[in-house]
């Protein structure tokens, strides 16, 4: 692990009085009692789904503000998962209470569903290789004519698998969806994903940013209902483009972790755990694009 980053970074957690519920590849998430539980975001660094060594400063607390920016923005689209219990409600010491300041969430204890939603507005990424081989993006046909980053005629909904940590999510048709929620339960969580990319989008293009694509997760309340979980919105979940660079034909800057993504690619790595480390410099200039995302969006 690079000393200089993780000497102010969070890179697990380990709570005295809390049971760990589950350490996913970004969170930690604790049990604080029948109805709730603690999410915790640290500042480790995913890429093709393998963790990697070295956290990001400050990374857990940026994603921890947006998401919740974006909760509170959205909620009319659909309610989220907050709780109004706060850390001065958790048996935790004043030292691991100063740690979880900023970068940690109490929210309600939901069913979640085992889809993640991913909404793209932009032929980027693994959308683009499947366009180039077939013309299509999750078999959803596309014009003939579209280059790498083109915009396409309007947003389409690609769910995803969800994997466990050192998995990797795979692309399934809607109809598997069908198969997995029931139809009145996949058809809500593809337009409600929809709707949630188009109030999001309209709101970050006002500020000067494009968001490719997203990923949401939901799940279910006692009542059935659905509800808006996980993160919403992050440098994490999203590709954001700055619109004053982008273009067609190429691969735009980047405010997420695409930037990683590129840096990895240069690489001698066949994208499998343990994870290479990362140079300062480039630990330095990702911690500053979370930062730079963040100030765009929120202010």
Known sequence: MNNTASATAVFDTQLKNLPLRHRGKVRDIYDVDDKHMLIITTDRLSAFDVVLPDPIPEKGKILTEVSD??????????????????????????????????????????????????????????????????????????????????????????????????????????????????????????DTSLQLYKVAAEFALEKGIIIADTKFEFGLDNDGKLVLIDEALTPDSSRFWPVSDYQQGISPPSFDKQFIRDYLETLDWDKTSPGPSLPKEVIDKSAAKYKEIANLLMN
């Not at 085992?114 to 990424?125: C, K, N, S």
């Open 69 to 190: 920016f974006w909760f509170n923005k959205l909620e009319h689209v659909v309610p989220n998962q907050l709780s109004t219990m706060t850390l001065e409600d958790l048996d935790v010491s004043h030292q691991e209470k100063q740690m979880l300041e900023g970068r940690s969430i109490i929210v309600k204890k939901l069913n979640a569903l085992p889809v993640e939603a991913i909404v793209r507005g932009y032929l980027i990424g693994s959308g683009w290789k499947d366009y180039q081989r077939t013309g299509a993006v999750c078999g959803i046909q596309l014009p003939a004519d579209l280059q790498l980053a083109s915009q396409l005629p309007e947003a389409i909904y690609t769910p995803s698998t969800k994997a466990d940590v050192g998995g990797h999510d795979e692309n399934i048709a809607y109809e598997q969806t069908i198969d997995l929620l029931g139809e009145e339960m996949a058809k809500q969580v593809k």
